[in-house]
């Protein structure tokens, strides 16, 4: 071999013209080894993104849910806007915790101030629609890009918080508390 090998390919083509595979002592040992990274290639599979889905506006939609409340969220690109129950999301979350928590799933995908996001919330108090919002806003990312699927999903932003309030029992004076005792 007086050439120099100046890339990895040269090589390979060098090693298949004299029979030997990486690793293998012989001719026949390097044809099997060519086989099975040929069926290793083909079992191989690709990942295939889902499609997109995004209305004749231009628009995704999704449904997020929290405690007792429901959410409808519609996003679609712009300057960051958001927008719930007609009131801008300052005057509808007073509290800093809450609009922070509908930035979230922005900041984890990295798409911060590029998408407007218009919203209902239904029942529950703010704080659980808040969450609600959070929840819708994070699947409408992915109908719009799935390929913010795995950073979203990783984030926890896709899941359900399936934390309810527990019921009261018969014979308590709330869920669990009981009245007080009296032993005479």
């Known amino acids: 071999m ?3 090998i100046r890339s990895l390919e040269d090589l390979k083509e060098g090693m298949k013209d004299a029979g030997v595979e990486a690793g293998a002592e012989t001719a026949s040992e390097a044809s099997e ?8 290639d083909e079992a191989a599979p690709e990942v295939v993104l889902p499609e997109p889905k995004i209305d004749d506006l231009g628009r995704a939609y999704a449904t997020g849910k929290r405690k007792n409340a429901v959410a409808r969220v519609w996003i679609k690109p712009g300057s960051g ?5 007609g009131r801008e999301q300052d005057s509808y979350f ?3 915790v809450l609009r922070m928590m509908l930035q979230q799933p922005f900041e984890c995908a990295e798409r911060k ?4 996001v218009m919203a209902t ?8 629609q808040a969450g609600a919002v959070r929840h819708g806003i994070s699947k409408a990312l992915v109908f719009f890009e799935p ?3 795995p ?4 984030g926890g932003f896709l899941t359900r918080d399936s934390r309810v309030v527990e019921r009261k029992k018969y014979g308590r004076a709330k869920a669990r508390k009981s009245f007080q005792f009296s032993k005479r």
């Open 2 to 4: 007086a050439e120099e």
């Open 121 to 128: 919330a239904k029942g529950g108090g703010l704080s659980g």
């Open 113 to 116: 101030d590029q998408y407007d």
């Open 33 to 40: 080894a060519s086989e099975a990274s040929v069926d290793a």
């Open 94 to 96: 007073a509290r800093p």
């Open 81 to 85: 806007k958001i927008v719930i129950n």
């Open 151 to 154: 950073a979203l999903k990783k």
């Open 147 to 149: 390929s913010l699927r």
